[in-house]
């Protein structure tokens, strides 16, 4: 069964920091580029970061570098997002996703999602 489970989400003060990760099972972790997005209350979903597979390049939202790290652990099937000097603007639904595209086509997988609120 293919499983995408973040954790890490909680409460915290405006200028705190978080690490969210997002533990993968039931595919070749190594083998997916994985992207970060959040989603505001009445707000559409916003990609936050990604780093691709092979060469670990990573890509952030302007609202976010500076402020925001990913990383992979391949050997752990894990992904992490650091993030600094949280905003109230940071707060919003967490979810990881993976991706894969090859000439057959592309496989992409969803997280549930970890709620970050962070108060003023």
């Known amino acids: 069964e293919v499983q995408l489970v973040e954790a890490g989400g909680g409460l915290v003060q405006a200028g705190g920091s978080l690490r969210l990760s997002c533990t993968a099972s039931?595919?070749?972790?190594?083998?997916?580029?994985i992207g970060w997005f959040r989603q505001a209350p009445g707000k559409e979903r916003e990609g936050v970061s990604c780093?691709?597979?092979?060469?670990?390049?990573?890509t952030y939202a302007d609202s976010v570098k500076e402020r925001f790290v990913t990383s992979t652990d391949n050997a752990e099937s894990t992904a992490y997002l650091q993030m600094n000097s949280l905003k109230p603007e940071d707060t919003a639904v967490y979810l990881c996703?993976?991706?894969?595209?090859?000439?057959?086509?592309?496989?992409?997988?969803w997280g549930q999602g970890t709620q970050v609120t962070v108060s003023s």
């Open positions: 996703n993976a991706v894969q595209s090859s000439w057959s086509g592309i496989r992409k997988y």
């Open positions: 039931g595919f070749a972790f190594g083998d997916y580029a």
């Open positions: 780093i691709s597979n092979g060469d670990g390049t990573t």
